[in-house]
């Protein structure tokens, strides 16, 4: 992990100033992401050690990370993390358990994740307030709504203004009907190879999230269709994931 970080600190020195440029707004709504493919088999395992750790963290009052954490139905399991600028990928968010249980114990903690996964990483991600649909206010966790649908369209650069702006176009078109689905689109920064926009949308379940999707496209009629086929126009690859938000594996300072 801190071979990582290292060397994570070293590309951003050499390479900052052209991830800042045209980042603009986009980058007071930046998140850390920490990704474990974790392997079925040890799934019991791997959230075991991660409540540990949490307990930890808990224990030792550590103050300087959060996150919240996502389990797909792959069995990948993200970790978000708000970040106020790009110098906080050199920051150690478990100092504090480093400083309270010494080095010896917290590497054996985080050791023991070694068996439970064969792939894991850490990349950038920024919220876009312009393409996001939130009317009741811009929020990653809804009361009751741990269901998770998410849209990765994946675009060329060629591509990349003219998928923005038929967001823009959705947007208004959600807004007009009033429509009662929200959804947040975030958009890929440093560490992710090419470029996707991912949609994520809420629900209580996929019944109820289904329901809510045929509801919607009756609501919006004439004007949902032609602006997905458009938006398709602009994305050489789809994908979709599902899955839960798992407030039990998150973590949060106390006050």
């Known amino acids: 992990m801190k071979l990582l970080k290292q060397t994570i600190a070293i590309i951003l020195f050499l390479v900052a100033p052209y991830l800042i440029q045209g ?3 986009d980058s007071k709504h930046a998140f850390w992401i920490h990704e474990d493919r974790v392997k079925p088999s040890m799934t019991d395992t791997y959230e075991k050690i991660m409540k540990d750790l949490i307990a930890a963290c808990k224990e030792n009052n550590v103050q300087e990370t959060q996150w ?20 906080e990928l050199d920051k ?3 100092q504090t ?3 309270k249980m010494g080095d010896d114990k917290v ?12 792939e894991h990483g850490d990349y950038v991600v920024y919220l876009n307030d312009e ?21 990765y369209n994946y675009v060329t650069p ?26 947040r689109v975030y958009k890929t920064g440093f560490g992710v190879m090419g470029t996707y926009y991912m949609i994520a949308v809420a629900g209580e379940s996929e019944a109820k999230l289904a329901a809510a999707g045929d509801e919607n496209r009756s609501l919006m009629k004439d004007d949902f269709e032609p602006l997905i086929k458009e938006l398709n126009n ?3 690859k789809k994908e979709e994931k599902r899955g839960w938000m798992r407030p039990d594996l998150g973590y949060a300072p106390a006050k």
């Open 97 to 99: 358990l480093n400083d």
């Open 68 to 87: 919240l954490t996502l389990r797909f139905n792959d069995n990948t399991y993200l970790y978000v993390t708000p970040m106020k600028n790009m110098a």
């Open 107 to 118: 590497g054996k903690l985080f050791s023991r994740f070694d068996e439970t996964y064969d």
């Open 131 to 151: 393409l996001s649909y939130m009317p009741d206010g811009m929020t990653q966790t809804i009361e009751g709504q741990n269901y998770r649908i998410m849209y």
């Open 92 to 94: 150690n968010g478990f």
């Open 23 to 25: 980042q603009n707004e």
């Open 158 to 183: 060629e591509k990349d203004k003219g998928f923005a702006e038929s967001m823009k176009k959705i947007k208004a078109a959600f807004e007009k009907h009033n429509s009662k689905i929200h959804y």
């Open 234 to 236: 602009h994305a050489y």
